[in-house]
């Protein structure tokens, strides 16, 4: 098993915008109370940057939120591409990585590590 890394930075950004738009609050405020740039903040919330805890910790304390109120549960995020999907999707790789990688996140459900598709981010 392997953690859906997609997934999880999505959840916690989407868990981290709803907080900040409840308390209306700006992008600009948020990074300005914390010490990183709003551009980092956009990102974080998009789940395209991947926040270090003591980035995270800081936006949850500016927040006022408990930091796990914007982590998923364990199995939320784990994936599950067994070595029988990934064989399979072996054997299409002569469909060249881009087609085989669609494949493989056609038959499990996830995008396999180190492979980036056409729809990914």
């Excluded at 900040?20 to 010490?35: M, S």
């Excluded at 070595?83 to 790789?93: D, R, S």
Aim: aromatic share 4%; glycine share 10%; net charge positive.
């Amino acid at each position: 098993m392997a953690i859906d890394e997609d997934g999880l930075y999505s959840w916690v950004g989407e868990r981290l915008k709803k907080r900040r738009v409840e308390l209306q609050l700006t992008q600009d405020e948020i990074a300005g109370k914390i010490g990183i740039l709003r551009t980092s903040v956009t990102n974080i919330e998009a789940g395209r940057q991947k926040a270090p805890l003591h980035v995270l910790y800081g936006l949850c304390e500016v927040l006022d939120i408990d930091i796990a109120t914007v982590l998923p549960p364990t199995k939320a995020v784990l994936r599950r591409t067994g070595p029988a999907a990934i064989e399979v999707a072996e054997k299409f790789k002569h469909m060249g990585a881009t087609k085989s990688a669609e494949f493989l996140e056609g038959v499990t459900g996830s995008k396999r590590a180190g492979r980036k598709t056409s729809s990914a981010k």
